[in-house]
């Protein structure tokens, strides 16, 4: 007899948020599929989506906290692990203040609502400005643009891929990649689609990614030029008078500005640094003006640069001075379900405060991550001395890894929330293992806006919490709890009470909010239906602007309601929202915002800059997910796929042939690595694939380890940031290639 059961959940592991579906027997993962019935995803699943039966069973995922002791890090009780911190963390800071303790977050909070929920709050009670994250190496000029343009740093307009007729997609492989800010299962059939309706895929791409070679042009562009192709794709719509704003004049600002501003940037001046012919750069724009709707997307290519924030700024100004902004088949905003029903306009100012050593300004609340190793080895009032990271890798992750890696080496304490004993969290003297996805509740806080469509989808967990372990809210409001000098002995369950008690009576008192003037009590008892983070995300659903407002609109959204959809569900097609969505202290779209118009005049200089030197960027690929899948044998079988791509006409002039083991220098690192010869990649330029470099001792990754790849990071340049948002600089990275 088995005891079959099939269960429905989001795959958690990148933007996509496919519907998949587990067939569990006897309480083990058979299979998993796309799930057909999910409205959003209709059955598509990529290799990694599979895995998450194996992620949870891989013996060298932790499930018990760890310790280090002399070196070797040993399995603990939680009240040990719980009580090493306390006696070992808090005297730091103390002793040194609240900034000599830091934390990073990792990319997997943004797949975690319980995370989101947790985390603010853990933050505040460090009271530390050392807070950093993967944003900064990342999308963070794309917030920061945002954030100018439209008020708010994730008020964020993605490609209406379903309806639109021409899009232009630079730096995104969503082949491999499965897109990014623009959430969409499937984007490779979506825009085989566009293509089928008879429109038109452009790719802007140093390499002829299978996404270029699936569309209907390749623009092989220099690396880190894409903002001058962009701003002289914008030069061209005024000097041939196709500015078109639709139906936004009364809501766009500053369009004067931007033609002044831009100017100088005509397509036969960018043409000889961008790599990329004039007639070229005005067809596209030409193309874009004419098309019935059109969208440009860039992503992580146009933001990790030194100009990431005026590439992205420049292609939501060209969506806007085509008509295409705000209207299906163009650049669009969700309309997530918890959104709140009133948005209060605010101004945005960054650089509140700098980090200590650089000098470098905050933005949204954190540092640039490329100076975390800065602020841990320079001496002073304010070094860091005590690290906690949260989901993240930063060791393999971030710009000149290997300072880093000394960096957190030398660290006085370290704790590291996650699941693996990797080339970060080896350093960390005290490790608390999250339960697994398949043991966590699932609901895209983060994917629901930035959605190609609307859509939601409550996912409760697969398995039961397994015995011996902490659920990683209740481990991140422990450390809340403990923060706040509450001792290891607080009740996370009675901590986050409290904190919801005070969100309810904030929200009560709010008159913008739909339960404004509600008794608290009321409103704590209706949520009482759900325990923990759930009861903050209903919180949300029902107070925001599709909710029912607890009981005011019997037709509005609530948990519930979204739980009992098993597949999810569809809420239709992206629509309008300018002005309603805009929270600049105008009310208008801004386009020409100071911030960014005035350094323009940066990048002309760099116009003038060429040097001799091959050109590194990073590529991604499907059976990878950042740093942290290859531990996962069916991800990782097969040909190496980690390897120097390099042109035969570069390859020959250096004396490489093919599977021949070349040494890659940077300023920062010299790394040794197999070379792949292909003519899809531009000449000039090199290409390793990121999240490689698993070989550092005391970590527990026995198949990652067996073929660890190489760190890419070891290359890139800490020093060199996109000065407007903090992020780093990850591609486009001057390297000299010789024979080993
Ligand atoms: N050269 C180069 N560098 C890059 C990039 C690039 O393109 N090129 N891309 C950048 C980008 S876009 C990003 S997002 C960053 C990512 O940078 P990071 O966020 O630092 O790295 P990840 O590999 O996502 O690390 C995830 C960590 O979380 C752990 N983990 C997995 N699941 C969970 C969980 O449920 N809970 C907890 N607590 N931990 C979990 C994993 O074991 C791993 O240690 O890297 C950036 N770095
Ligand atoms: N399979 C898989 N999927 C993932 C991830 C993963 O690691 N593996 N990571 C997830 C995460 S955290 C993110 S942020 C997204 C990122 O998703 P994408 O933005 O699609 O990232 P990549 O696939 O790295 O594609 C970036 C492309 O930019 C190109 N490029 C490099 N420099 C330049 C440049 O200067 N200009 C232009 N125009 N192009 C350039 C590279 O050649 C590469 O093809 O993917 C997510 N999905
Ligand atoms: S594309 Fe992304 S969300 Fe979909 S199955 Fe693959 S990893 Fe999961
Ligand atoms: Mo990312």
């Known amino acids: 007899m088995t005891d079959q059961r099939t269960a429905y959940r989001t795959c958690p592991l990148c933007e996509a948020t496919c519907g998949v579906a587990l067939t569990i027997d006897n309480e083990a993962v058979k299979v998993i599929r796309g799930d057909r019935d999910n409205p959003f995803s209709r059955g598509f699943i990529c290799p990694k989506g599979s895995t998450l039966g194996r992620l949870r069973d891989d013996p060298d995922r932790l499930r018990r906290p760890m310790v280090r002791r002399k070196d070797v890090h040993e399995e603990v009780s939680w009240d040990e692990a719980l009580?090493?911190?306390?006696?070992?963390?808090?005297?730091?800071?103390?002793?040194h203040g609240p900034n000599a303790i830091a934390i990073y977050?990792?990319?997997?909070?943004?797949?975690?609502?319980?995370?989101?929920?947790?985390?603010?709050?853990?933050?505040?009670?460090?009271?530390?400005?050392?807070?950093?994250?993967?944003?900064?190496?990342?999308?963070?000029?794309?917030?920061?643009?945002?954030?100018f343009l439209f008020g708010g740093g994730l008020t964020t307009p993605v490609p209406d891929l379903d309806r639109t007729d021409h899009l232009v997609i630079l730096g995104a492989n969503p082949y491999e990649s499965n897109g990014s800010l623009a959430t969409a299962p499937d984007w490779p059939g979506r825009l085989e689609a566009i293509r089928e309706r008879g429109g038109k895929v452009v790719v802007v791409d140093p390499r002829r990614t299978k996404t270029?070679?699936?569309?209907?042009?390749?623009?092989?562009?220099?690396?880190?030029?894409?903002?001058?192709l962009l701003v002289a794709?914008?030069?061209?719509?005024?000097?041939?008078?196709?500015?078109?704003?639709?139906?936004?004049?009364?809501?766009?600002?500053?369009?004067?500005?931007?033609?002044?501003?831009?100017?100088?940037?005509?397509?036969?001046?960018?043409?000889?640094?961008?790599?990329?012919?004039?007639?070229?750069?005005?067809?596209?724009?030409?193309?874009?003006?004419?098309?019935?709707?059109?969208?440009?997307?860039?992503?992580?290519?146009?933001?990790?640069?030194?100009?990431?924030?005026?590439?992205?700024?420049?292609?939501?100004?060209?969506?806007?001075?085509?008509?295409?902004?705000?209207?299906?088949?163009?650049?669009?905003?969700?309309?997530?379900?918890?959104?709140?029903?009133?948005?209060?306009?605010?101004?945005?100012?960054?650089?509140r405060w700098t980090s200590r050593v650089r000098g470098w300004g905050e933005v949204f609340g954190e540092l640039p991550v490329a100076t975390l190793s800065d602020e841990i080895l320079t001496e002073g009032d304010g070094q860091i001395r005590a690290l906690i990271t949260v989901a993240g890798n930063p060791v393999l992750t971030t710009p000149d890894a290997g300072r880093l890696d000394e960096a957190v080496g030398g660290l006085e304490f370290m704790v590291s929330v996650d699941p693996y004993l990797n080339e970060t969290t080896r350093h960390a003297d005290v490790v608390l293992p999250p339960p697994p996805a398949l043991e966590k509740s699932h609901y895209d806080l983060?994917?629901?806006?930035?959605?190609?469509?609307?859509?939601?989808?409550?996912?409760?967990?697969?398995?039961?919490?397994?015995?011996?372990?902490?659920?990683?809210?209740?481990?991140?409001?422990k450390l809340t709890g403990m923060a706040l000098g509450l001792g290891v002995d607080a009740d996370p369950a009675v901590l986050f009470a409290a904190s919801l008690a005070q969100q309810v009576a904030a929200t009560v008192a709010d008159p913008s909010s739909p339960i404004h003037g509600r008794g608290p009590a009321e409103i704590l008892e209706l949520l009482g239906e759900w325990a923990g983070p759930e009861q903050a995300l209903d919180l949300?659903?029902?107070?925001?602007?599709?909710?029912?407002?607890?009981?005011?609109?019997?037709?509005?959204?609530?948990?519930?309601?979204?739980?009992?959809?098993?597949?999810?569900?569809?809420?239709?097609?992206?629509?309008?929202?300018?002005?309603?969505?805009?929270?600049?202290?105008?009310?208008?779209?801004?386009?020409?915002?100071?911030?960014?118009?005035?350094?323009?005049?940066?990048?002309?200089?760099?116009?003038?800059?060429?040097?001799?030197?091959?050109?590194?960027?990073?590529?991604?690929?499907?059976?990878?997910?950042?740093?942290?899948?290859?531990?996962?044998?069916?991800?990782?079988?097969?040909?190496?796929?980690?390897?120097?791509?390099?042109?035969?006409?570069?390859?020959?002039?250096?004396?490489?042939?093919?599977?021949?083991?070349?040494?890659?220098?940077?300023?920062?690192?010299?790394?040794?690595?197999?070379v792949s010869i292909t003519d899809t990649i531009r000449p000039g330029v090199v290409c390793i694939p990121y999240g490689w470099g698993h070989d550092a001792p005391g970590t527990r990754l026995s198949v990652a380890s067996r073929r660890p790849g190489t760190n890419t990071n070891l290359l890139t340049d800490a020093d060199c940031i996109d000065p407007l948002s903090g992020n780093a600089v990850l591609n486009g990275i001057p390297v000299n290639v010789a024979p080993a």
């Open 233 to 351: 794709m914008i030069a061209v719509l005024f000097e041939e008078d196709l500015v078109d704003l639709g139906g936004l004049a009364d809501h766009v600002a500053g369009v004067d500005e931007v033609a002044a501003a831009t100017v100088p940037y005509t397509p036969e001046r960018v043409e000889a640094w961008t790599g990329v012919p004039a007639a070229t750069i005005r067809r596209m724009a030409r193309e874009l003006a004419a098309a019935d709707s059109a969208c440009v997307y860039g992503r992580i290519g146009t933001h990790t640069v030194a100009f990431g924030t005026h590439a992205a700024w420049a292609a939501d100004v060209l969506n806007t001075l085509t008509a295409n902004l705000d209207r299906p088949g163009g650049a669009m905003f969700a309309s997530p379900l918890q959104e709140r029903a009133a948005k209060t306009p605010r101004a945005f100012a960054p650089g």
């Open 212 to 228: 270029a070679a699936n569309a209907d042009e390749h623009v092989p562009i220099r690396p880190g030029t894409d903002a001058a």
């Open 540 to 674: 949300a659903i029902r107070t925001g602007r599709h909710g029912d407002g607890f009981g005011v609109d019997p037709d509005g959204w609530t948990l519930r309601k979204v739980a009992d959809h098993e597949h999810g569900v569809d809420l239709g097609p992206l629509v309008p929202r300018i002005p309603d969505i805009l929270t600049t202290p105008s009310g208008m779209v801004e386009l020409a915002p100071d911030f960014i118009v005035t350094d323009l005049p940066r990048l002309e200089a760099a116009m003038g800059e060429t040097n001799g030197h091959l050109l590194l960027v990073s590529r991604r690929e499907l059976r990878s997910n950042n740093s942290w899948l290859h531990n996962v044998d069916v991800l990782v079988k097969g040909k190496h796929r980690c390897t120097l791509e390099i042109h035969p006409d570069d390859a020959a002039r250096l004396g490489l042939a093919d599977g021949d083991t070349s040494v890659v220098s940077s300023r920062v690192g010299k790394v040794e690595i197999p």
């Open 446 to 477: 983060a994917f629901t806006v930035l959605s190609v469509r609307n859509y939601a989808m409550y996912s409760p967990p697969v398995f039961p919490l397994a015995d011996g372990s902490m659920s990683e809210f209740d481990i991140l409001v």
């Open 105 to 147: 977050v990792g990319n997997p909070n943004a797949h975690s609502f319980q995370n989101s929920f947790a985390l603010k709050p853990l933050m505040k009670a460090l009271g530390t400005r050392n807070i950093f994250s993967a944003s900064t190496v990342d999308q963070m000029p794309r917030q920061v643009a945002c954030a």
């Open 83 to 95: 009580a090493e911190i306390d006696r070992r963390l808090w005297p730091i800071r103390d002793v």
